[in-house]
């Protein structure tokens, strides 16, 4: 089966085509057909007319649609109609950042096209799993139970994706391990995974807790968002802007978004360049610590994400000092220059650089929805 991949975002449509099936799944033999994007996008509909454009009009039986949140309604990727477009929009409020301009590409490609199945495939659903003690905030029961309130996590395509190769290269299942993964990437979560269960992970509400990002600030004590509010007299939606587009490692070192340019700003010397490095790798650090504790200990440590995969240093920078916890790097192989999955350190825990693959996971959930074939 041929599946149109889509990932739409605030000015731009990304896109994948996949040839899959159940034997081509078992065996790993998944083809990418195509794969591109329409920047700059103002109207989805014209988008999805230049996709097919720079597709040749090449047919598709189906499509899978990435979506940021799925609250705690959607558990797994679901057929989309009308009341699952509801309630994705529904979440908007939850993810005023991501859900509406999912929303917008579900819409014109239903629109688009009408005889075709098309799939949610959900970012939160894979932490589903996360047991109430970590999904908790420590806010009054009701702010819980009626104002879902509550921790969701993110990132659950690729924490998924990542897990599964893992146990694949090693020919067993997912659920033969503990393991824990960080997705570093311009957004960056760690998530540990029990036995093939999300059990925790760095971020809660919406995608800004946690790690230190790209923009975005990652852990900050709620008093000081209060206090930007209540005392500086900063308009909430100021706020906003700040903790999602000019914190992480851009507010931080005042270079870049980008971990390369961070990392050659500090090696002159620099500072604040220098300090976002180090504050984005000890809170990596500190959050494997943590997931170490959470599931008495790890078989694996997997990295991902274009600085997860990329960068050796940084892999080199958060292992530093966690050889007490049996995370030991090997020099050679993480250095190595490669784009496959691979081992760089041997253990106790392995540690290893997975890259990513989230369109590819979306393409298979896509077809087994269509098939009624149970997700793994
Ligand atoms: P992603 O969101 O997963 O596509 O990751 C994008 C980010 O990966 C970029 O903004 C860079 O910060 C980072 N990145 C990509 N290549 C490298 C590299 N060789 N070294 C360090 N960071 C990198």
Not at 76 to 81: E, F, N, Q, R
Not at 231 to 246: M, T
Not at 281 to 301: E, S, T
């Amino acid at each position: 089966m041929k599946i149109l991949v889509l990932n739409s975002g605030s000015s731009s449509l990304k896109f994948d085509v996949w040839e899959t099936s159940p034997s081509m799944i078992a065996d790993s033999s998944d083809l990418l057909l195509a794969q591109g994007a329409v920047e700059r996008v103002t109207n989805m509909e014209d988008a999805l007319t230049s996709v097919f454009r720079k597709l040749h009009q090449m047919p598709v039986d189906a499509v899978g649609h990435r979506i940021v949140h799925g609250g705690d309604r959607y558990q797994t990727s679901v057929l989309i109609d009308d009341q699952v477009e509801a309630g994705i929009n529904a979440l908007s409020v939850l993810a005023p950042l991501h859900n509406p301009h999912n929303l917008a590409g579900v819409r014109a490609a239903r629109r688009y096209l009408p005889g075709l199945p098309h799939v949610a495939v959900f970012d939160t659903a894979f932490h589903h799993t996360l047991p109430m003690h970590a999904y908790a905030y420590g806010l009054p029961w009701s702010y819980l139970t009626e104002k879902g309130i509550r921790r969701y996590g993110f990132h659950g395509i690729s924490h998924r994706y990542v897990s599964w190769r893992f146990a694949e290269h090693h020919g067993r299942k997912r659920a033969d391990y503990k393991l824990i993964t960080c997705h570093l990437g311009n957004g960056c979560s760690v998530c540990a995974i029990e036995y093939g269960k999300s059990i925790d992970t760095s971020m809660g509400f919406t995608p800004l807790e946690g790690l230190l990002m790209g923009t975005r600030a990652g852990d900050v004590d709620a008093g000081a968002i209060l206090h930007l509010i209540m005392h500086e007299q900063q308009a909430p939606a100021d706020v906003l802007k700040l903790l999602n587009s000019q914190s992480g490692l851009r507010g931080l070192s005042g270079v870049s978004n980008d971990m390369r340019d961070v990392l050659a700003k500090a090696k002159t010397g620099d500072e604040r360049a220098t300090l976002a490095v180090e504050t984005f790798c000890y809170r990596v650090r500190k959050y494997i610590g943590a997931y170490m504790a959470a599931m008495d200990g790890a078989d694996a440590l997997i990295f991902t994400g274009g600085i997860g995969e990329n960068s050796a240093e940084i892999r080199a920078r958060v292992c530093e000092k966690l050889g007490h916890i049996g995370i030991h790097l090997d020099k050679a192989s993480n250095t190595a220059n490669s784009r496959e999955d691979r081992q760089i350190g041997k253990g106790p825990v392995e540690v290893w650089v997975v890259p990513t693959e989230e369109e590819l996971l979306i393409a298979r959930d896509t077809l087994r929805c269509i098939l009624k074939i149970p997700h793994e």
